[in-house]
């Protein structure tokens, strides 16, 4: 059974930076893509970013590119987001997501539409 673990979530002021960092215990973590994924009150989740086991190939939401990185360090199990110039509208629980990596099509479905096994979600809050 796959565990995944969020961390790095909390309060920041807008423009501010935080980095969320998704720590999987899972022998084919290296074989599996990891999503972020957020959800506000009220509002559908939303794929925010990928990244690929094999190639390094990521995904981001238009509303956050060039804000957004994602980093995986595969030694550690680790996918970390950074987050720069944050935004209020940025403020959602943050959860990471894994899946099997089977090819680039079903990769970008997956990460618009969600993934196999869940960590329990990190709070973001931008304040004005």
């Known amino acids: 059974e796959v565990q995944l673990e969020e961390s790095g979530g909390g309060l920041v002021q807008a423009g501010g930076s935080l980095r969320l960092a998704c720590k999987v215990s899972?022998?084919?973590?290296?074989?599996?893509?990891i999503g972020w994924f957020r959800q506000a009150p009220g509002k559908e989740r939303e794929g925010v970013s990928c990244?690929?086991?094999?190639?390094?190939?990521?995904y981001y939401a238009d509303s956050v590119k060039g804000r957004f990185t994602i980093s995986r360090d595969n030694a550690q199990n680790t996918v970390y987001l950074q987050m720069n110039s944050l935004k209020p509208e940025d403020s959602a629980v943050y959860y990471c997501?894994?899946?099997?990596?089977?090819?680039?099509?079903?990769?970008?479905?997956?990460?618009?539409?969600?993934?196999?096994?869940w960590g329990q979600g990190t709070l973001v809050t931008v304040s004005l």
């Open positions: 997501a894994s899946q099997h990596y089977l090819f680039y099509s079903d990769f970008i479905h997956r990460c618009r539409t969600g993934m196999d096994s």
């Open positions: 899972k022998y084919t973590f290296p074989n599996d893509a």
């Open positions: 990244i690929s086991p094999t190639d390094g190939s990521t």
